[in-house]
């Protein structure tokens, strides 16, 4: 079955069953953990609303144990999404430079002296 699939693939990759993986989407409210669009989840269950498809996030660079580098469910898609942004960018200390640089971006300090 499809839920059994799901849990076999869940414990193999990241050290949690599919229970502890619906408990996840239930405390982020079947939100992104990063946008909060409504996430939407297939694993052989009905009732799971409405959304963008939900993506299993996790720590790449953990590799003792696989279940501590879980961090949380996020939006997924081929081309966009959080977890493929996030996934490309995963390095905490550019991050805080990116967000740095949007908060006070050097162009603004020359025009406001001109």
């Not at 408990?23 to 052989?44: D, F, P, R, T, Y």
């Not at 898609?77 to 959080?82: D, F, I, K, M, Q």
């Amino acid at each position: 079955c499809r839920m059994c699939v799901k849990n076999k693939s869940l414990q193999r990759n990241y050290g949690i069953s599919v229970e502890e993986y619906l408990e996840l989407w239930k405390l982020q409210n079947g939100q992104c953990a990063v946008c909060q669009k409504a996430l939407e989840i297939h694993i052989g269950q009905q009732g799971f609303g409405r959304g963008t498809r939900a993506e299993l996030d996790h720590d790449h660079a953990m590799k003792k144990d696989k279940r501590f580098s879980v961090r949380g469910i996020l939006c997924g898609g081929r081309w966009s999404g959080c977890n493929r942004k996030l996934g490309r960018h995963d390095n905490l200390a550019w991050l805080k430079k990116v967000i740095a640089y949007l908060e006070d971006p050097p162009a603004r300090k020359l025009f406001r002296r001109l």
